[in-house]
């Protein structure tokens, strides 16, 4: 009984909020998705695909979830290979559903230090590769758009390592 319940429950939130239980669609043909989630109001993906030989994608991809605004992406390309301490910073924040701030790293990094604007500075572990291979990624809800964003790659013991990188969270027009 307790399970016919259950499973009534699960459907009746499929039909009312058009749920399907199947994660977001692929963004990118032959892309692999690295970690995916959900705010309260739209469900993400970051992905990496690899187009030719020697060369990776990073994306994310954003759809709302309840009728509103269309699905939004960002996807960045770049050589294969990255420092073993360096770290990337990309930004999506499409409007209604949210900002997100998300990139590769070295693979001596094992954390990500993120601040945007003037609130405290968050930590991100990284994700191992899909693909294998010594790559990383990370990803983390950034907050406020139109807010500039910093990050900073950290070791094993939260040793700083590599070059600071900043960029700013919303469009050009934020300035």
Request: hydrophobic content about 40%; overall charge positive.
């Amino acid at each position: 009984m307790r399970r016919a319940c259950w499973i009534v429950a699960v459907l009746a939130t499929a039909v009312f909020t058009g749920w399907s239980g199947l994660p977001p669609a692929q963004a990118a043909e032959g892309a692999v998705t690295i970690a995916s989630g959900a705010t309260k109001i739209a469900r993400w993906e970051l992905y990496v695909s690899a187009p030719s030989s020697g060369r990776h994608c990073v994306g994310m991809r954003v759809d709302p979830l309840w009728a509103g605004p269309a699905p939004a992406g960002r996807r960045r390309c770049g050589r294969g290979r990255l420092g073993r301490g360096a770290v990337t910073l990309q930004t999506l924040a499409p409007p209604g559903m949210g900002s997100f701030a998300f990139g590769r790293a070295g693979r001596s990094v094992s954390q990500v230090l993120v601040r945007v604007g003037d609130n405290e500075p968050i930590t991100v572990t990284t994700l191992p590769s899909p693909r294998g291979g010594r790559g990383r990624f990370w990803v983390a809800q950034a907050g406020p758009s139109c807010a500039p964003v910093s990050v900073q790659a950290l070791g094993i013991g939260g040793q700083a390592r590599g070059k600071p990188r900043t960029g700013r969270i919303g469009p050009a027009s934020c300035g």
